[in-house]
C-alpha cells in the first residue's frame, strides 16, 4: 500500500455538508460527481495530500444509506492507493481477507476500486484503490 489516499465520511446532505467541511478545512470542494453504480454522488476536498471523500446516498438500497441508517453520519471507510489493485486483490485474498468484490470496479475521481470486509479488519471497512491509467 503506497499512502492513505483519500477517507470517506457518509453524509445525508451534501449541500448541507459541503460548506461545514470548506469552513472546516479551509479549502473549496474540488470535484463532486456520481457514481451510478454506488448509487452515490461524491464531493472531494484537498488539504496538502490528504483527501476527504463526502458520500451522499442517491437510493435507498445503497450501501451508504444502509450504513447511514444503521451508524448515523460518520467515518464510513479509509482507502489506501496501490500501485496495482488487481497484484493486492490477490495477496489479500492470500493473506485470507474476504474482498466484496471479485473483480476491481470503476469509483469516483478516476479509480478502480475494491473494498475489503469489515469483520476482517475489525470493523474497519478498507477500500483499495489505483489511478486508472
Known sequence: MLKVEHIGIAVKSLETSIPVY?????TPCYKQE?????????AFFQTGENKIELL???AAESAIARFLDKKG????????????IYAEMERLRSEGFVLLN?????????KLICFVHPKNTN???IEICQEIR
Not at 456520481?34 to 461524491?42: C, D, L, Y
Open 102 to 110: 471479485e473483480t476491481p470496479k470503476k469509483g469516483a475521481d478516476n
Open 34 to 42: 456520481a457514481v451510478a453504480s454506488e448509487n452515490v454522488i461524491t
Open 123 to 125: 470493523g474497519v471497512l
Open 73 to 84: 453520519e460518520g467515518i464510513h471507510h479509509i482507502a489506501f492507493e496501490v500501485a496495482d
Open 56 to 58: 451522499e446516498a442517491t
Open 22 to 26: 470548506e469552513k472546516l478545512l479551509n
